[in-house]
Every structure is written in C-alpha cells, then in structure tokens.
C-alpha cells in the first residue's frame, strides 16, 4: 500500500535549469533563506525512506545534490496556524488543561529550544479529531528523519552496497527495492 510522504530536503543551491528538470518529475517547491536552500516534495511510495529514495533519485537525475531530510518543526504559533486554532488552545494542550479526542496528553516537545519545538507528525497525529488536521499526506516521525539521513550520507560516501544503489539509482525501481524492507524498534 502507497501513500504520499512530504519530505523537507536542504540541497546545494540549484540552477534554474537544475529546478526545472526536476519539476517534470516531482511535485516540489523550492525556497531558500540566506545561503541555505530547501525543497519540499511530496513522493507516492510504500516507507518514508523509499519515497526519499525516490525523490533523490529523481533530484540527482536533474544535478540537483540533496544534503539532507529536514525535520518539520513547529512552534506554539505554527501549530495554532496549521489547526486553525487560538494561540491560548494550543497553550492549554501543552500545560495538560485539555486533551485530545481519546484524552491522550499533547506529545512531548522534540526540542525545548525557544519554549519548545514539536515534530509536526506528532502534533497533527495527536489532533485528529478535534482540529483541522492534514491527512492528505504522511509526515515524517523522528526515526524516519534518522533512517533517511543515515541513508543520504551514506549513500553520498558510497559505502553503501553498490548493486543496491545502482538499482535504486532509477527512480521507478528505487520503490520496488524498499517496499520489501521492514524496520523494527529495539
């Protein structure tokens, strides 16, 4: 069974040709702030790590070169903007004032930094039920960030097993070589 991942890739500023190839691949938007560039691509596959398999495949296809997945964070604001909801609720979630739909606790920040951080996953899981939440497409968890990015410097270095890569250097058989692969937790 497929479904379609959203993926943040930083990358080495592209050419407008670069960027131009590759959108008649994938569906991306680019952007970039100060000397760090970004796209964000949505890819059909069966794991987060095929689809960014599949995506970056398609991205080297087009000269463009991935440096990594970026997690999507967000802050007490950013929640309230993306479920349609007041600052004050999202501060009442946090503190444990209300819970969500099955009376779960609000996840746990994935960083404390500035008043604290959140994996968008966790947040737009948690809120279903009880705000506007996206379920058009999957969102990473915090060991699919790892898996992936393991995978990219790796894979950079080529110490990865070379009949391997040079199967999934193809976009279309990148997808039929993860969709087998199951991870479990330890």
Do not use: C
Not at 64 to 74: S, W, Y
Not at 110 to 115: A, E, R
């Amino acid at each position: 069974m497929s479904s379609t991942y959203e993926l943040q890739l930083e990358i080495v500023a592209p050419a407008e040709s670069q960027l131009e190839a590759a959108e008649n691949d994938v569906e991306l938007v680019y952007s970039a702030h100060g000397p760090t560039h970004f796209l964000t691509i949505w890819q059909e596959a069966a794991t987060p790590l095929s689809a960014a398999m599949i995506a970056v495949a398609h991205l080297r296809k087009s000269g463009i070169k991935v440096q990594r997945a970026v997690e999507d964070l967000v802050s007490r604001q950013d929640i309230a903007d993306r479920l349609s909801v007041s600052r004050q609720a999202v501060g009442n979630w946090i503190r444990g004032e209300r819970r969500g739909s099955e009376g779960e606790e609000f996840p746990s920040p994935y960083n404390l930094v500035g008043g604290g951080v959140w994996l968008w996953k966790d947040v737009n899981d948690w809120a279903r039920g009880i705000a506007a939440t996206d379920n058009e497409v999957e969102h990473l968890a915090a060991i699919d960030y790892m898996l992936i990015n393991h995978w990219i410097y790796h894979d950079d270095l080529g110490v990865l097993n070379p009949s391997f890569m040079k199967e999934i250097q193809d976009p279309d058989a990148a997808s039929q070589a993860t969709d087998g692969i199951q991870f479990h937790s330890l």
